[in-house]
């Protein structure tokens, strides 16, 4: 029994070197990659319930690893949080995607915005107003056509920082969405200290629309919600026509999911564009 003791232990502190291990190559291999520029950003439209048209999109970035393909950001952005990379990385990616929608903006769609997923760590550790003021003035987009998607997490770290942050982003412009709007633990009194303008409803309710009374009543309750506040409301993750037939017909204003599109390349993004200007 001694002897398996031993074993166990050594294949433990084994595998917790190799876990160790790991993690600081994935580190490595991830700081190469913003100096090998081997980050991508898919655009995925958003489009206005009525219309159908696309008013904006929203950059999601992707790691084209030169071994492991393309990896999603499920599976790099909690490391690049962790170890602050995510500093240069959301800076890079907030460049590129500002970039492309002035881009865009100047061949003709005039009204496109963009909206760009904030990690907590690019609040707290950097001064975010200055990092963003140089992105728009180098790429001459105008702040009103930039807007940032935090998750209700981010404005409960550190409130009065974060307040005083957004305050200052805000007076510039620039507007504020809450990303996966009804699945985080805080409370509904930050929607009232917050300067925020949009509730963005997880996919979570939208997915069984379809099938559960329950996400029904939260999808429109929130809706609701966002209206009597007076802050638009946009639905994620639609992916059928019962979903968009519920969303519309409950007012929920702008729409985004694998319906009208997925994310996709620039190249390909442009294409959805010109294809709808066509019409
Ligand atoms: P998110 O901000 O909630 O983004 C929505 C996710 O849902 C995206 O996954 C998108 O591809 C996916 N999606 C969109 N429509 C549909 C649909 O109709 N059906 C289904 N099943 N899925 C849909 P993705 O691209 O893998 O991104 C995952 C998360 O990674 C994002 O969640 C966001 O939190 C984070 N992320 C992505 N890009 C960035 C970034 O540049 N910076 C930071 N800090 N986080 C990012
Ligand atoms: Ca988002
Ligand atoms: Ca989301
Ligand atoms: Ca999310």
Not at 118 to 143: D, R, V, W, Y
Not at 232 to 250: C, H, M, P, R, T
């Amino acid at each position: 029994a001694k002897e398996k003791g031993k074993n166990n232990f050594q294949l433990y502190t084994m595998s917790m070197n190799d876990k160790a291990l790991e993690r600081l190559e994935m580190e490595g291999s991830l700081r190469r990659a913003l100096e090998n520029k081997e980050f991508i950003i898919h655009y995925q439209p958003k489009i206005n319930s009525e219309s159908k048209d696309i008013v904006g999109f929203e950059a999601l970035i992707r790691w084209q690893h030169p071994e492991l393909g393309l990896v999603p950001p499920g599976q790099f952005i909690p490391l690049a949080e962790e170890t602050g990379l995510i500093l240069g990385i959301g800076d890079w990616v907030l460049r590129e995607a500002c970039l492309q929608a002035k881009q865009w903006q100047d061949e003709g769609f005039t009204n496109l915005h963009v909206a760009v997923n904030l990690s907590s760590k690019q609040f707290q550790l950097q001064n975010l107003t200055n990092t963003i003021s140089k992105a728009l003035a180098e790429t001459g987009l105008e702040p009103r056509f930039l807007e940032l998607e935090i998750t209700e997490s981010v404005a409960m770290q550190d409130v009065e920082y974060t307040l005083k942050v957004m305050q200052d982003l805000k007076q510039m412009g620039i507007k504020f969405s809450i990303d996966d709007f009804g699945t985080g633990y805080s409370s509904l009194s930050y929607l009232k200290k917050f300067t925020i303008n949009k509730l963005k409803i997880d996919r979570s309710f939208v997915s069984e629309i379809g099938s559960k009374k329950d996400d029904r009543a939260i999808a429109s309750t929130i809706i609701a919600l966002a209206k009597s506040l007076n802050l638009g409301i946009v639905a994620e993750g639609v992916e059928n026509q019962s979903q968009y037939d519920f969303l519309k017909d409950s007012k929920c204003d702008e729409m985004q999911g694998y319906l009208f599109g997925k994310p996709m390349p620039p190249l390909e993004f442009k294409r959805l564009l010109d294809s709808k200007r066509e019409l």
